[in-house]
């Protein structure tokens, strides 16, 4: 890993919030990610199961963790069990972790190796009443791949048939969702590397430039700045690709006079940053790229205003179509006629506007959390506006993310050139 040692009350404190949640004489147990294949030998580079993460901090493949906050050993009652360091195994692939180096990462005290695990689980699972096992439950999941968590809970429901199941899942999704303020250190350091880059590309971008090029700025200034890599695709769009929500190919030329989007975030320390900015490849805005921009952000500040506590997703979003709907009439993109006989399950707004406005983030970049409950202070939503007009062949999108407060929200972004003006004085620099 590149990133600097986090702080392992980070995952103490998880982990403690989690144990306040287990039924009494309950077992929960995590596991890893899978390592996938690609082709021949290869395998996708290693991506650590968010929620060992949140737990744990351990970067490391076949990592679990066992919860049993009332084995009658109280040196059992946290455990991270880690694969054995082998000589062959690192001499090609590198260092594994030893059991101090976990200790110190996650705060853990009793680590075990994976192959001396099933002599300590079975006598755990008959000592306990019911089980946790986790599975995703990230509403947007989209793939039906049967990955280790799944199979896991397969093989324990076949093995101690007569054990009641619980989700763990369904605590994370409360629990990951509320950040601790260690989290937001971590979030803001993803963050403040963006913010660098950022102004880095204000100055890179001119016309003719390839949107690969972009992105190899985006990767440079990451890496240089330690942070893993990007949180997800950077999507580098100029001219009317910006209406592709998830454009990843990033290989055509910006050109004079295109509006250029660029959606980027670093991860750093499994923490993600998701900025969005929209800029004139020129350096300067034309008067119609002016007034649409300005719609946006003006959607943007409004979002702002109304997330806070209380608020459910469904009103939120609602009420901002609902401006969207005045701002859009204002711009020249609707007429009354249109809005007057929309149809309520598609507005006349989604023609401009067809996605959602927040999302939570964290660990992942559309992180674990419940959608149906109303905000609540501690969560982290992105904002993300945006406009799409196919008829002037341009995408607008502006995102920054938010930290919930008490009676409203705190901007982690705040420091990123957003106006107009802004933009348009960085790039002259
Ligand atoms: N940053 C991409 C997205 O939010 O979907
Ligand atoms: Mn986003």
């Known amino acids: 890993m ?5 702080n392992p009350e980070i995952f ?27 082709n021949a030998d290869q395998v996708y580079k290693f991506k650590q199961n968010s929620d060992i993460i949140w737990l744990t901090g351990i ?50 005290q009793t680590i075990i190796w994976l192959d001396t695990l099933e002599g300590y689980l079975q006598p755990w699972i008959h000592w306990s009443d019911s089980i946790y096992l986790n599975t995703n439950e990230n509403d947007r999941k989209s793939n039906l791949i049967q990955v280790r968590d799944y199979r ?17 899942a369904k605590i994370l999704k409360e629990l990951r969702s509320i950040k601790t303020s260690q989290e937001i250190e971590v979030m803001q350091k993803a963050i403040d590397i963006t913010d660098n880059t950022f102004r880095r590309l204000l100055k890179f971008v001119k016309p003719g430039v390839m949107e690969y090029e972009i992105e190899a700025e985006i990767y440079h200034s990451f890496l240089s700045q330690r942070a893993t890599g990007p949180a997800y695709g950077s999507i580098i769009a100029s001219g009317d690709r910006a209406r592709t929500l998830h454009y990843v190919e990033n290989n055509k030329e910006c050109k004079e006079g295109e509006l250029l989007l660029m959606d980027f975030g670093a991860e750093y320390g499994n923490y993600c940053a998701d900025l969005t900015r929209t800029i004139p490849v020129s350096g300067k805005f034309t008067r119609r790229q002016k007034t649409v921009y300005n719609a946006c952000l003006h959607l943007h500040h409004y979002a702002v205003g109304i997330l806070k506590p209380g608020i459910s997703i469904i009103d939120y979003t609602h009420k901002i179509g609902d401006e969207a709907t005045i701002v859009f009439q204002k711009i020249g993109l609707l007429r009354k006629s249109e809005i007057k006989n929309e149809d309520p399950e598609n507005r006349a707004f989604a023609k401009y506007l067809y996605h959602g406005i927040s999302h939570h983030l964290g660990i992942d970049v559309h992180d674990l959390g419940t959608r149906t409950t109303p905000i609540k202070a501690g969560m982290v939503f992105t904002i993300e506006p945006g406009i799409y007009i196919e008829e002037e062949q341009m995408g607008i999108r502006i995102e920054n993310n938010f930290w919930v407060t008490k009676n409203g929200n705190k901007d982690l972004m705040k420091n990123i050139p957003i106006t107009v003006e802004e933009i348009e004085s960085f790039m002259k620099k």
């Open 2 to 6: 590149k990133y600097l040692p986090l």
């Open 12 to 38: 103490n404190n998880n982990r403690s919030r989690f144990i306040e949640k287990m039924e009494k004489n309950s077992i929960a147990i995590f596991n890893s990610n899978d390592e996938l294949p690609t």
């Open 59 to 108: 970067d490391q493949e076949d990592t679990m963790l066992i919860l049993f906050p009332d084995n009658p050993d109280p040196k059992f009652r946290e455990v991270l069990v880690l694969v054995r360091p082998n000589e062959i195994k690192e001499k090609w692939d590198g260092h594994r972790l030893r059991k101090t180096e976990a200790q110190a990462i996650s705060g853990i």
């Open 152 to 168: 896991y809970a397969l093989m324990m429901k076949e093995r101690f048939p007569l054990h009641q199941y619980k989700r763990s």
